[in-house]
């Protein structure tokens, strides 16, 4: 069965720091990644996703995630976290399948101080 | 361009109410449809989806039911709310092979039983 589990479930960065989001998969089959942002009160929007090809792909707001089958790790970095990347952040995987349901980590919730 | 709708956007309903949750999606035609349930400081669990009108697959054992009267209609209900049926509902749908199989959310409903 497939899981996903996010290291930390809260981290504290400072303003202009490295932002990095750990998230660790189990799948049997080659998995689709993706990485989700949750705002205050909203509904998810999609950051970033990983099918097949380039292994590190660019999403939006200046975020990465690299795919590492090798780690079955697939992490979320930003260069230079800004006051509005603090937020909830999923990381969750979907197979191939049929219905292609995602399951998700239990989330990150990122703070970035002044 | 697609759209999700999802309404009402809040709620508070006394326990043993009926619920009624209403997702409804534009610009596709014959989406996967999905129900999430985030409950506070949790991640999120699939609760139901849908790959067709009158189809419905249920994830997990609970108080809710949903239902697909519309290819891109779908219905959360409740006969009687329990307390544990607090938190924050979501509906998705999923795109097309074409676009990385990405699923994509509503802004979410936001339910309180007292």
């Known amino acids: 069965a497939q899981s996903v589990t996010q290291l930390g479930s809260h981290v504290s960065v400072s303003e202009g720091a490295l932002v990095l989001l750990r998230c660790n998969y189990s799948?049997?089959?080659?998995?689709?990644l993706f990485w989700y942002v949750q705002y205050p009160n909203q509904g998810l929007q999609l950051l970033l996703k990983?099918?097949?090809?380039?292994?590190l792909v660019k999403g939006i707001n200046g975020f990465e995630a690299e795919f590492k089958k090798s780690e079955t790790s697939f992490h979320l970095t930003k260069p230079s976290a800004h006051m509005s990347d603090a937020a909830e952040y999923f990381c969750a995987v979907s197979e191939n399948g049929g219905y292609n349901k995602l399951i998700f980590g239990a989330g990150t919730r990122l703070a970035v101080h002044p | 361009s697609q759209t999700i709708h999802q309404w009402p956007a809040t709620l508070v309903q006394p326990v043993g109410s009926p619920l009624s949750l209403e997702c409804t999606v534009e610009?596709?035609?014959?989406?996967?449809l999905y129900w999430y349930r985030q409950a506070a400081g949790r991640g999120l669990q699939l609760l139901f989806y849908?790959?067709?009108?009158?189809?419905i697959s249920s994830e997990v054992p609970q108080n809710l039911s949903a239902s697909r009267p519309q290819d891109r209609q779908f219905i959360l209900s409740s006969k009687k709310l329990l307390l544990s049926d607090s938190g924050f509902y979501l509906c998705a749908w999923r795109a097309g092979q074409s676009s990385g199989n990405t699923i994509y959310f509503g802004e979410g409903s936001w339910l309180t039983v007292v």
């Open positions: 610009g596709t035609s014959n989406p996967n």
């Open positions: 990983y099918t097949t090809g380039a292994t």
């Open positions: 849908s790959v067709g009108i009158g189809q």
């Open positions: 799948s049997s089959v080659p998995p689709y």
